[in-house]
Each structure stands twice: as C-alpha cells, then as structure tokens.
C-alpha cells in the first residue's frame, strides 16, 4: 500500500458519507412535510438532527482520543448506518412516529458527530505519513466535501421524486457503511495510543484543556470569530435575503437552485485551487484578500443590481475566493493544535463556528421584514466587510504566515489560565 493510501481512503470515506448526508437533509425533510403537512414540525426535526451534531463535535474530542481516531472515525459511521437504517424499516411497518423519528435523528446527529471529530485530526495524521503539504491536504479535504454536497442534493431531489423519500434515506444509510468499512480497511496510520479513561472528571478536564487551548491563542481566536460572525452573516442571505430576491426579481424559484449550482461549483474549484496555491503564496496575503472579496460583493450586487447574469457571475467569482480559504485555515489549525489535542480542540474550533447559524435566518428574517430587502442586504453587507477587514487591523493575523515549530509535550503547550 502506497504512503497516500490512507490519505486517499480518508477523503473518499468522507465524500461518501458526506453526499450520504446531504442527501438525507432533502429526504428527512420531505418525508416529515409530505406525511404531516406541517412546517414546524419539519424544522423541528430538522433542528433535531443539527443540535447533537453541533454539540457532539463540540463535546466528543475526549472521547475520541480515548477510543483512538480510526476506530470513533469507523464505529461512529456503523453505528450512524444502523440508527437511520431503522427510519424506513419503522416508515414500511407503519410505526414512525414523530418522537421516534425525532429520537433516531437524534441519534444520527451525535453518532455522525463523532465520527467527524475524529475525520478532522485524521486528515493531517494521513496527510503527514503521505508527505503531503497541510495546505493541500485541508484544501482536497474542504474540496471533496463541497463537492459531496454540491452533487447529494441534486442526486437527492431525483431519488426522491423517483423511489421516494424512505428509499434515499436507506441509501444514506448504505453511504455510512461503506465510509466505515473504506476507513477501517484503508486508513491504516500510526496515531497517539488512546487516552486512559479517567471517569467524568477526567473527560471533563480533557474537555477543558480544549477549551483553554483555544482561549490562549489569539490566531485561533479570531479565527473563530471572524468564521462564526460571517456564517451567521451567510446563513441569513442565504436562507433569507435571496429568496426574496428571487421573488421578486426573477419570479421562479428554479432561479435558487442556479444560483446555488453556481456558487457551489465557484466553491469546488476554489478549494482545489486553494490546495494547490496555498503552499507556494503567503498565507496573510492570500486569506486576508479572499475573504474580502468572497463576501460583501455578494450583497452589494443584490442591492444594486436585478440582472441575474450579473448576480450568477459575480456569485461564481466570490464563491471560488471562499473556496480558497479553507485550506489556510485548515493548515493553520494543524500545524499550531499539538497532535494530542487536535480531536477536542479541532472539534470546539468546528463547532463554535457553528453556533451562530441558527440565528442568521432570524436576524435576516426580522431586517427584511422591518426595513426592507435593500436596506438588509446593506447592513448585513456592511458588517460582513467590516469582519472581514479584521486581518489588515489586528497584528495576531500576521501569524498566519509563521510555522510554529511542533510541540515536543502537549500539556506544556496549553496556556496557562
């Protein structure tokens, strides 16, 4: 087997399960809508599956390392396979109920979580016994997962209309197994032994360690709130602000999903040229100017202007700036989280900068309706610059170009306080 074997595993692993995902996120929905008929019981459910994901990212770093990367990375996609297995097994024999599917998805939620705190940390560990540069390696990874989901959704809304929605929900549950078993025959690498289980006080101190770890270091920081601030910001847009636009402008709604085609595959092809460039440019420079111009331009263009060609260029243009930034943030996170910690702080790092995206459909929601689509796309414009701008006014964001060197002892590498 070749050194970029597991490497090369790991990434196919996680576009299987990835478009795997994305396509129970069209089929859960739909089965919820199209059997009740009710809206809010679909966001419920919906929010159901998010919430543990979210946390369980955030909450399972300690656990990972004490079961070790491959095996929470395999275990968590079996299990996952088998929990939403059961939907359309309960769908066929008539006894879905709303809190049962509420409990499975729940259960999918945190098993999925799991196994995605420990992909993270596996990504340099592979990258780094196949000697591939950190940047390339976040930027493939960021890429193949863009590019799941830019094919699952599509693939998902032709499943469903052909064999409905419990049979893309069996398939789903077909991707996880076949994620865990590509993973636990390929991604064979050498890893830091699993931590000595040490009850909930210990838990609760590894948990801490992560947070304090990220708490101390200023580039991590920032890093987490500048991506928490402008994924609330993009949620809203979005979820929001587009579809109105649409509606108003346009007048059908196959209008979201170009331009939603269109973004995803400026974000594809972001991502693998990010991989390719990251490691050759300065990582300030290249971050700092991406971000700029990944974000406002998208707002200005829909206050200004009702000319979809224009909006689809100038969404394909930013989209590929987005996509180029993953691979920075990606390669910065490795190189300064000691490779005994990267499971629990990687998975507060992920997870906090989620934890704005509940709200940025409410705030959008509220603006438009309050002042006016024109009026909320500039102040959601504004702030999305003035965030962005956060790199050229803060000296912390220069370390982006340094590589600290690897520390020899993780605990010493954790602040003090």
């Known amino acids: ?124 560990t592979t990258a780094e016994v196949g000697g591939i540069p950190l940047e390339r390696a976040a930027g493939l990874n960021s890429g193949a997962n863009r590019a799941a989901l830019l094919l699952g959704a599509p693939l998902a809304g032709v499943l469903v209309t052909l064999f409905g929605s419990p049979a893309v929900i069996a398939i789903d549950a077909g991707t996880f197994a076949v994620a865990a078993a590509v993973a636990a025959i390929w991604v064979r690498v050498p890893e830091p032994p699993p931590a000595e289980a040490t009850g909930v006080r210990g838990y609760l101190r590894d948990l801490g360690e992560g947070l304090r770890f990220v708490r101390g270091d200023r580039l991590l920081l920032g890093i987490i709130t500048m991506v928490a601030v402008t994924n609330l910001l993009d949620q809203g847009l979005g979820e929001v602000m587009v579809p109105v636009w649409v509606r108003d402008e346009i007048g059908t709604p196959a209008v979201l999903g170009l331009i939603s085609g269109v973004g995803g595959g400026g974000a594809v092809l972001g991502s693998f040229l990010g991989a390719w460039l990251a490691p050759k440019l300065p990582r300030w420079s290249m971050f700092s100017v991406s971000f700029v111009l990944s974000g406002a331009p998208r707002f200005v263009v829909l206050a200004l202007s009702d000319s979809l060609v224009l909006t689809l260029t100038v969404w394909f243009v930013a989209e590929v700036f987005s996509g180029t930034i993953n691979p920075i943030l990606g390669a910065v996170a490795y190189e300064r989280i000691p490779t005994e910690l990267r499971a629990r702080v990687l998975g507060v790092v992920r997870s906090s900068a989620w934890l704005g995206l509940p709200f940025g459909a409410l705030a959008g929601g509220y603006l438009t309706e309050a002042w006016g689509l024109t009026t909320a796309l500039w102040v959601f414009g504004a702030a999305y610059l003035l965030t962005t701008l956060a790199p050229f006014v803060f000296p912390s964001w220069r370390e982006l170009d340094r590589r600290p060197e690897p520390a020899a002892d993780a605990r010493e590498a954790i602040p003090a306080g």
Do not use: E, H, K
Not at 52 to 71: C, E, H, I, K, N
Not at 77 to 103: E, F, M, Q
């Open 1 to 124: 087997m070749s050194r970029r074997a597991p490497f090369t595993a790991l990434i196919s692993a996680y576009v299987v399960s990835v478009a795997g995902t994305s396509m129970s996120a069209i089929a859960i929905p739909w089965l919820v809508l199209t059997t009740t008929g009710s809206a809010a019981r679909t966001g419920v459910v919906v929010f159901a599956q998010l919430l543990p994901y979210v946390a369980a990212q955030m909450l399972a770093g300690p656990v990972v390392d004490r079961f070790g990367l491959r095996r929470s990375f395999v275990w968590g996609n079996a299990a996952a396979a088998v929990a939403i297995a059961v939907i359309p097994v309960c769908y066929a024999l008539d006894v879905l109920t709303l809190p049962v599917l509420i409990g499975l998805v729940v259960l999918v939620g945190v098993l999925r979580g799991v196994a995605d705190c420990a992909n993270g940390p596996l990504v340099p």
